[in-house]
């Protein structure tokens, strides 16, 4: 009966030192895309009092470029990241 658990043990502990090694990278991701959204945030409600023709209209259609762009160029993403491997793709995707 031993033997029966040391697998489910040694699961569980590569389990809990995955998690020790991303939980802080994937944190460090989501405080960084929270900043960044804040911030463009911030800055629709500045640069409206700034430039009088910067309008939502104007803001939305730069947010709309923003999503395309980044909708279009993550899928060959995606595709190159089976070659890549994916500590060096999250590299690429938090340094640009």
Do not use: H, Q
Request: glycine letters at 6%.
């Amino acid at each position: 009966m031993e033997n029966a658990t040391a697998p489910d043990a040694a699961l569980d502990r590569a389990r809990r030192k995955a998690y020790w090694r991303l939980l802080p990278l994937l944190f460090l991701c989501y405080v960084i895309a929270y900043v960044d959204r804040a911030n463009v945030a911030i800055a629709k409600l500045t640069m409206a009092n700034d430039l009088p023709g910067f309008d939502s209209a104007v803001f939305g259609f730069g947010a709309g470029l923003f999503f395309w762009g980044y909708f279009l160029l993550e899928i060959p993403g995606s595709l190159l990241v089976e070659k890549w491997s994916a500590r060096k793709w999250i590299c690429r995707i938090m340094v640009t």
